[in-house]
């Protein structure tokens, strides 16, 4: 299906993962791409492949927490494309192996999960939202988490961030409602991308074990959920949080 023929969709951290899968998915569709990303081989890599299946693709590599780049990286789109169709805000992350209980936490691992997770969605989301809302037209896509719903002991600030995201979420759909502007966000659960590489494996059970569907996701099910939200198929919906999580959480 070619949803988004000819559209422009914008992925940030597009080099890996849910952001990779998700592009490629977008291409597929018939999108062209603007993707950003810190890491710059994987982003070329994901770029080339793009490519390869015809889309017209602009790769820009650096940090979308920085507000100047992300300016600086959105004026080069628009010159480039005119239009943005589509964002997709996936930049996020947990503290990983800083990650504890929140009474042994810090306040830096808060700021910095905070600040990768939500404060990024906010700033890439302002650089679209003006154009968006004088065309009458355009789909942000935010990628949250069943985290935050499902309140796992040890990423308290991953949770709140993410349900943060979820927030903006609702909160800037009826914004835009009048505009025709769709606000959409993803939830995944555990999905096989590198961060799955250092959870202990007794604990990988634990989590299978409590997933009715048995297994984990691939990062091309999440991808799938996002290019539907990104397409006109989804068009009356907004402000809705999809959970893609093998049913783990249940609404």
């Known amino acids: 299906m070619r949803r988004l023929e000819a559209k422009l969709a914008v992925v940030t951290g597009a080099a890996n993962g849910i ?8 291409a597929a569709e018939g999108a062209n ?5 810190l890491d710059p081989v ?19 590599a650096g940090d979308c927490t920085g507000e100047d780049f992300l300016t600086a990286s959105f004026k080069s789109i628009y010159d480039e494309f005119g ?25 830096d691992v ?20 003006p154009s968006m809302r004088e065309a009458g037209r355009g789909k942000i896509v935010n990628v949250a988490s069943n985290a935050g719903m499902a309140g796992e002991v ?18 800037l759909a009826r914004e835009l409602a009048p505009f025709k502007v769709n606000v959409n966000a993803v939830c995944p659960g555990v999905t096989k991308t590198r961060v799955i590489d250092r959870i202990p494996e007794d604990i990988l059970d634990k989590i299978r074990a409590s997933i009715p569907l048995g297994y984990f996701a691939e ?19 907004t402000g809705q949080s999809v959970v893609v999580d093998g049913g783990r959480w249940m609404i």
């Open 110 to 129: 808060w700021r910095f999960v905070v600040d990768v997770t939500l404060f990024s969605t906010l700033l890439a989301s302002r650089q679209v939202v």
């Open 219 to 237: 990062p091309e099910d999440i991808a799938a959920a996002a290019a539907f939200l990104a397409s006109d198929d989804a068009r009356y919906m």
């Open 83 to 107: 239009f943005v169709d589509v964002l997709m805000n996936n930049v996020g992350q947990s503290a990983r192996e800083r990650a504890s209980e929140f009474y042994k936490s810090s306040s």
């Open 19 to 26: 952001g990779r899968a998700s592009a490629l998915r977008f």
């Open 154 to 171: 040890g990423i308290s600030e991953y949770a709140a961030a993410k349900m943060g995201v979820i927030g903006f979420t609702r909160s």
């Open 33 to 37: 791409l603007a993707i950003m990303d």
């Open 42 to 60: 994987g982003l070329e890599a994901v770029a080339e492949q793009a490519r390869a299946g015809g889309a017209k693709v602009l790769a820009i």
